[in-house]
């Protein structure tokens, strides 16, 4: 069982977490982790929260958070990048294909990992350092968890197709958390410094919407539109065996309901 704290900046959600700035508060922070094996980093800033996001924060709160994992001695950290720093690349992508970014957020998450690794690089001793690609994750995207819009528009490529990716329902996500985390605490296994965290395969969006019973139709295509993000999930399936239905549309969607 995993004893474990979590942090926010703003309202508790839980009278056991804790409040603090983790960029202003930096030796609270460091206190806060103190005895603890493993941080799970999910701070950063996304598209669409605010109208001028400055997503430069994302590297500079990966940084503090580490620095603060040092110094309280935490074994394994774990930051979220996303599958947005391979860009334009086609599947299925490996954790070694190249960094290919295109959007503002993509390449700040590509140089969180790098400047992540840059900082490992020059330590003596330092907590072992895992960045999770993680795919679209339903509901938390800007497909199923969209309020208030009638009718979803999906792009539609030259092939007829709408967009594919590698999702992963709420569920299986917490699954597979849960387990890279116990391997950390219990030290058992050597975690890689990178890897790709989605169910396995793609999955149409339009079948996502579908099996969430919403509304939509296609309109062209733009110009920059990636048509499928494919992750190679071989890695992570070596560590954590996927179920046979974690990639399945309606298995999706059931996970996200069961959440909102």
Partial sequence: MIDMTCQTRREKRLKSWITLDPLTDRAALAAAMSGHDAVLNLAGVVPGATANADFNLNGELALCVTNAAQKAGVAQVFHCSTAAVYGHAEGPLPETAPLTPISAYGRSKAKME??????????DAAPALTCLRIGNIAGADQLLGVDGVATRLVDQFPDGQGPRRSYIGPATLARVIVALTTMAC????????????????????????????QDWQFRPAPAQAIAEVWLDTGALEKLVPMHANDANPAEIVSQWKAVI
């Fill in 114 to 123: 790098d400047d992540l690794k840059r900082w490992y690089d020059r330590q």
């Fill in 186 to 213: 219990a030290r058992s296994t050597s975690l890689p410094q990178v890897l790709n965290v989605a169910a396995p395969g793609v999955v149409a969006m339009t079948d996502l919407l579908d099996a969430a019973g």
